[in-house]
């Protein structure tokens, strides 16, 4: 039996969200990796789209409460979670008033307002690794997927390195063909200044453009290993992520089929047992 703790840090998962290739990504990897043995726990951002009576959704009020300060200003961070059935797989959604709108929103807020995608993205990306502090659960391998988890890898390699639970795990990005139009906001690196990252922790940033492709690039600099997901990744993406250095899963299928779960699942193993014997090597 494998006791070794995933946790899946995602864009979209269904039946939450509609059900489109990245939401559906969003379920059936994690699914399927818990059925391997793996125990397994997933966070999403609570869209104002999404139906808590429906779907069961509750307040974790002894996770909530915390405020998480993002340009000199505090945000509540509001905690909910589901059971995803019938795998009995927790949900965790990361929730707050002034990124997230309330009950019958249409439109994801990340193309409503795209104006707060760099803040929604810092804030949902601090209030997941905080919210795992608290659980006290230390993941073997975060696995990243979407373009608003980009920032974890960044966060957890460098605000978080003296933790001892996290600055064990080994972070995964995905790269996904789902993107946003246009830039994020001017002062986005001057944000992550604020938050206490350096300029050498930002350098794949460069002079200012901040678009889904450095966005991206900057999840591959600081992630651990990095899995294309789909076969219509743009090139250049790709090639940046193979010539990082890093280890790198290509397309392997369709998820939710055996032998693309398999692949994941050899994956995690390989850069497991890479990072050990890099390990015994320094020792």
């Not at 659960?137 to 990243?144: A, K, L, M, N, R």
């Given at each position: 039996?494998?006791?070794?703790?995933?946790?899946?840090?995602?864009?979209?998962?269904?039946?939450y969200?509609?059900?489109?290739?990245?939401?559906?990504?969003?379920?059936?990897?994690?699914?399927?990796?818990q059925?391997?043995?793996?125990?397994v726990?997933?966070?999403?951002?609570?869209?104002?789209?999404?139906?808590?009576?429906?779907?069961q959704?509750?307040?974790?009020?002894?996770?909530?409460?915390?405020?998480?300060?993002?340009?000199d200003?505090d945000?509540?961070l509001?905690?909910?979670?589901?059971?995803?059935?019938?795998?009995?797989?927790?949900?965790?959604?990361?929730?707050?008033?002034?990124?997230?709108?309330?009950p019958?929103?249409?439109?994801?807020?990340?193309?409503?307002s795209?104006e707060?995608?760099?803040e929604r993205?810092m804030?949902?990306v601090?209030?997941v690794?905080?919210?795992?502090?608290?659980?006290r659960?230390?993941?073997?391998?975060?696995?990243?997927t979407?373009w608003?988890?980009?920032?974890?890898?960044?966060?957890?390699r460098?605000?978080?390195?003296?933790?001892?639970g996290l600055s064990?795990?080994?972070?995964?990005y995905s790269l996904?063909?789902?993107?946003?139009?246009?830039?994020l906001?001017?002062?986005f690196?001057?944000?992550?200044?604020?938050?206490?990252?350096?300029?050498?922790?930002?350098?794949?940033?460069?002079?200012?453009?901040?678009d889904?492709?450095?966005?991206n690039?900057?999840?591959?600099?600081?992630s651990?290993a990095?899995v294309?997901?789909t076969?219509?990744?743009?090139?250049?993406?790709?090639?940046?992520?193979?010539?990082?250095?890093?280890p790198?899963?290509?397309?392997?299928g369709?998820d939710?089929?055996?032998?693309t779960?398999?692949?994941?699942?050899d994956?995690?193993?390989?850069i497991?047992s890479?990072k050990?014997?890099?390990?015994?090597?320094?020792?």
């Open positions: 039996m494998n006791h070794q703790k995933i946790l899946y840090i995602s864009q979209e998962i269904n039946p969200l509609p059900s489109t290739p990245m939401s559906l990504f969003g379920r059936n990897l994690p699914q399927d990796i059925s391997h043995g793996y125990e726990r997933t966070f999403m951002p609570k869209y104002g789209s999404i139906n808590e009576r429906r779907n959704l509750h307040e974790v009020i002894r996770l909530s409460g915390m405020n998480i300060s993002i340009d200003n945000h509540p509001i905690i909910k979670v589901a059971t995803l059935q019938p795998t009995r797989m927790q949900v965790y959604f990361i929730d707050n008033d002034d990124y997230f709108e309330g019958g929103t249409k439109v994801l807020e990340t193309e409503s795209p707060d995608n760099d993205s804030f949902f601090r209030g690794i905080e919210t795992v502090r608290k659980l659960w230390d993941p073997t391998v975060i696995h990243c979407g608003i988890t980009a920032l974890a890898p960044l966060y957890i460098h605000l978080y390195q003296d933790d001892p064990r795990s080994l972070v995964v996904r063909p789902e993107s946003f139009e246009g830039k906001d001017a002062r690196a001057e944000k992550l200044k604020m938050a206490g990252f350096t300029d050498e922790c930002l350098q794949s940033l460069g002079g200012g453009d901040f889904w492709m450095t966005l690039k900057l999840g591959i600099d600081h651990d990095i294309v997901t076969p219509d990744i743009p090139a250049g993406l790709v090639e940046y992520a193979r010539q990082s250095g890093k790198v899963l290509e397309y392997t369709p939710g089929e055996e032998a779960t398999a692949a994941y699942h994956f995690y193993q390989s497991l890479q050990e014997n890099d390990s015994k090597s320094s020792d």
